[in-house]
């Protein structure tokens, strides 16, 4: 059945409730996850000179923001989370946007690279092509949006107190080709393992103009 707006906005509300009421283990749960496999995929598929206008959406407690700085990139975090937003904020120093995902207002053409660890999945598989492309909108030319996402047999619904859509590879790709993007690359993480113990599908994307 289709969601309603009522039923967005209850999906919405809970998950970001249930990440401000967790920020602070969220943050110390997550500080030592190391995602450079994913940020160096991003940066390698960024035409012209850096530093790079890089958003980092779905930033959490800004630990990726801070990791994009410190190699000298302009980093801008957006975050749907109150608790999220001010410990971005804090942490890394970067200008970071409250809003929703499915809500977003994002200015055109303004980034180089968009960075979605773990954060795409939360969107409601209907409201998916919308959102994409509103952040395909927000790419300059020749700019690339990376993706990184729990996989799974492309089913959705609540998970632990979350909203969560799970989609494989197929999937994915259409949902992408159909939003304008052409694909770059993809992997599974964690790196060197075999598959059934990779939960995490990542890839990079290019904009069509």
């Known amino acids: 059945m289709p969601l309603n ?7 919405s509300g ?13 943050a110390a749960g997550t500080r030592d996850h190391d995602v450079s496999q994913n940020i160096a995929a991003l940066l390698r598929h960024l035409g012209g000179a850096p530093p790079y206008d890089i958003l980092d959406l779905g930033c959490g407690p800004g630990r990726d923001l ?17 608790r999220f937003v001010a410990m971005a904020r804090q942490a890394s120093g970067c200008e970071v946007w409250q809003q929703d995902l499915l809500d977003l207002d994002l200015p055109a053409s303004r980034f180089d690279g968009i960075f979605a660890n773990a954060v795409l999945f939360h969107v409601p598989s209907q409201e998916l092509p919308r959102v994409l492309r509103q952040l395909h909108a927000a790419l300059r030319c020749g700019g690339a949006l990376f993706c990184s996402n729990p996989r799974g047999d ?5 998970n632990r107190g979350r909203y969560g859509a799970y989609h494989d590879l197929d999937a994915w790709r259409v949902l992408m080709n159909q939003a304008g993007f052409d694909e770059l690359e993809h ?16 890839s990079v994307w290019r904009p069509r103009s």
């Open 5 to 11: 707006p009522d039923d967005l906005r209850h999906i």
């Open 187 to 202: 992997y599974y993480r964690p790196a060197g393992l075999p598959r059934d113990q990779q939960p995490w599908l990542a």
């Open 14 to 26: 809970q998950t970001l409730a249930h990440y401000n009421e967790r920020a602070d283990s969220f």
């Open 154 to 158: 492309n089913q959705e619904g609540w």
């Open 66 to 82: 801070q990791a994009f700085a410190a190699l000298g990139h302009r980093a801008v975090g957006l975050d749907g989370a109150a």
